[in-house]
């Protein structure tokens, strides 16, 4: 495990700096919306989707730069839709990743801003691929996927579902709805475009897309179980904010009990499915186990 742990803070910081490499720099009369999204990018993270793309990409042999600019725009997105999700008319949360959030740091205006920025820059970021010597027709269908798991039959399409139903009670498929397009859709992308751009088969994306939804699935679980249990101090953010949003959650309709052996169970088959794959990249089997069973 600790060779696990070593490998993993490696990996995290060398994908910190691509991310780093490809924000806009804070300059020009917009410089407080460009400062308030590299804020936001910048207060942390574990950088888990840059990172799974990347080990993706070269679980199917990928050797090239041609990665790093879908990289840095998964993680703007991811970091677009936190800001949009801590305002005061989402979960109006005022700490993320134990700094204040971006509304409460820049104004609900600004915030909003931020967000909306960081998510067209993402498309603009990802589009870099195709002066890197990529093949184009990779790259145009990676962003085809990267709009899809983003949109309104991905992310966003789970956010509505989830702000419409939000202080009600959510019916079991509905609240499966919300986690795979929600949480589940930026994952399946990550694996996705890495698989696309390092050249495998369409059987394989589709067994990589059913991974990263089933990583999805588990982790949102757990961040449901950590909502309950964990540490305000090692979340990073206020705990018991589901309760206090009045959301229901996996745990509010299964219970603690199911819900934990729920994630240990669906983690085990996206590792089996990994397998299947006849290919090998230890660490990202090995950082799929522990996404599952993280403490924050």
């Not at 990018?41 to 600019?69: D, I, T």
């Not at 005061?88 to 700490?95: E, F, H, K």
């Not at 145009?140 to 939000?166: F, H």
Request: hydrophobic letters at 40%; a negative charge; aromatic letters at 6%.
């Amino acid at each position: 495990m600790s060779k696990m742990i070593e490998c993993l803070h490696q990996y995290t910081m060398e994908t910190e700096e691509v991310i780093r490499k490809y924000l806009p720099p804070v300059e020009g009369f917009q410089k407080t919306v460009l400062d308030a999204m590299d804020y936001s990018v910048n207060a942390g993270g574990k950088r888990l989707r840059p990172l799974l793309m990347r080990e993706c990409y070269r679980l199917f042999g990928g050797k090239s730069e041609e990665v790093e600019p879908f990289m840095a725009a998964i993680e703007m997105i991811h970091t677009s839709s936190l800001i949009h999700d801590d305002l005061p008319c989402m979960d109006n949360d005022t700490l993320r990743r134990g700094k204040p959030t971006a509304w409460v740091k820049y104004g609900y205006d600004m915030a909003v801003l931020a967000g909306d920025g960081l998510m067209i820059y993402a498309f603009e970021t990802a589009a870099k691929a195709f002066s890197m010597g990529a093949d184009p027709e990779k790259v145009g269908r990676s962003i085809g996927i990267l709009a899809e798991k983003t949109g309104i039959y991905g992310m966003i399409g789970g956010q509505t579902v989830d702000v419409e139903l939000a202080g009600k009670p959510i019916p079991r498929e509905k609240l499966d709805f919300i986690y795979r397009l929600k949480t589940g859709a930026l994952l399946e992308a990550s694996l996705m475009i890495g698989a696309v751009l390092a050249g495998a088969s369409e059987q394989e994306i589709q067994t990589v897309e059913e991974i990263a939804s089933l990583v999805g699935l588990a982790f949102q679980i757990q961040d449901d179980i950590l909502d309950v249990t964990g540490d305000p101090e090692v979340l990073g953010k206020p705990a018991l904010s589901d309760e206090k949003n009045h959301k229901t959650t996996y745990v509010t309709l299964e219970g603690l009990e199911k819900a934990g052996k729920d994630v240990k169970e669906i983690s085990e088959i996206a590792v089996s499915l990994l397998r299947s794959l006849d290919r090998n990249n230890q660490f990202l089997e090995e950082l799929i186990i522990m996404l599952t069973d993280r403490k924050n």
